[in-house]
């Protein structure tokens, strides 16, 4: 990718506003946690990984010129302002507890070398999640064949982490070890990132990508067009139990039923064995105006009741195959993530 999603820049943390893509590439600057934290709230950057590491940086960014004496009530307060941002994705409590854990190491420090300390940590972070997109799509190539039509739903690509991505990581992995590659990407209603994102970085790499209304899945998977599915998760449970952008579900079932393999590719940060099946993940809700208004332009009556959760869970036995740095998971899902977890 020729836009860097996020970086660390002289000391302020640098983003792609995702918000305006495809028609503007404008970068945002932000200097404080507060300017972190509205990014993630307000979608300026979004898909796990990156916001994983966004918070990273917010944290380190917070942390700044406070004493050590001050630094454990100082964390608490950026933490709980941070996540609080967006829910379901496991990555950004991930991330922050990370950054906590670094923080309580060093308390002994100096005001500078802490900082240093936690900017070091952050900028670690996003350097692994780097590491880790290319090892899961190195394993993701292996279930891809030559050549292969893959279908994909939102924005699981270089946008949506610190580069390269983990559903895209796949294809662009399958693409660089030569195989003939092209993607259907799913619109992904009410916010697009399929067909503003990912559609946008795909061109960019120049990946043959076509786009298509998410209710017209179904009719493409009947046609036989599709090889295989491949998603991203913002969180994953100890069972296997998939938390996606809301529209994952159906698509999953659909794919059942025309015989089409569903892959996860699912950061091992992204799965929480404490969160024991996908009834126990909180799923955030968006604000009505997502749905209600295109382009700033109402297009639903005023006044007219809203549901509009950004996430759905897809069943675990849904689920052909999760794909992680680590290796491939298979059913069951409870066994197999707990060992790639665990494997050192």
């Known amino acids: 990718m020729a836009v860097k999603t996020i970086e660390w820049r002289d000391n302020s943390v640098r983003m792609i506003d995702q918000r305006l893509l495809p028609a503007r590439e404008v970068v945002r600057t932000y200097r404080d946690y507060k300017g972190v934290a509205e ?32 630094a454990s009530a100082r964390f608490a307060m950026v ?12 990555n950004l409590a991930w991330a922050i507890d990370r950054m906590g854990r670094v923080l309580e190491a060093n308390l002994e420090l100096d005001a500078g070398e802490l900082f240093r300390a936690m900017r070091a940590e952050a900028i670690a972070i996003y350097e692994e999640d ?4 290319r090892s899961l799509g190195k394993f993701g190539n292996e279930l891809v064949g030559d050549p292969a039509t893959i279908l994909t739903h939102c924005n699981a690509g270089a946008l949506a982490t610190a580069g390269y991505g983990t559903a895209l990581g796949v294809v662009r992995a399958a693409r660089d070890s030569g195989k003939n590659i092209q ?73 059942r039923r025309h015989g089409v393999p569903f892959y996860v590719a699912a950061p091992l940060s992204s799965i929480d064995l404490n969160c024991p099946n996908g009834a126990a993940i909180p799923i955030e809700e968006r604000a009505a105006s997502e749905l209600t208004e295109f382009g700033g332009k109402r297009i639903a009556p005023a006044g007219v009741l809203t549901y509009n959760p950004a996430f759905d869970v897809t069943p675990a036995e849904l689920v052909t195959a999760i794909i992680t740095e680590r290796g491939i998971a298979y059913p069951p899902y409870t066994k197999s993530l707990r060992a790639l977890k665990e494997k050192s």
């Not at 933490?79 to 496991?90: F, S």
């Not at 061109?203 to 599709?226: C, E, F, G, H, N």
């Open 79 to 90: 933490a709980k302002a941070l996540k609080a941002t967006r829910p379901t994705a496991v």
């Open 130 to 133: 780097l590491a880790v997109n």
């Open 183 to 255: 993607v259907y990407a799913d619109e992904t209603r009410p916010f697009l990132q399929g067909s503003r994102l990912t559609a946008w970085e795909l061109r960019k790499d120049r990946i043959p990508v076509t786009i298509i209304a998410d209710s017209m899945a179904a009719t493409v998977l009947s046609q036989k067009k599709i090889d295989c599915v491949v998603v991203g998760t913002d969180r994953t449970a100890a069972n296997g139990d998939v938390a996606n952008k809301i529209g994952t579900y159906p698509l999953a079932v659909m794919a």
């Open 39 to 70: 990014a993630i709230r307000t979608m300026v950057i979004r898909g796990a990984p990156a916001i994983g590491v966004a918070a990273a940086m917010g944290v380190a960014l917070g942390i700044r010129n406070t004493a050590h004496a001050q």
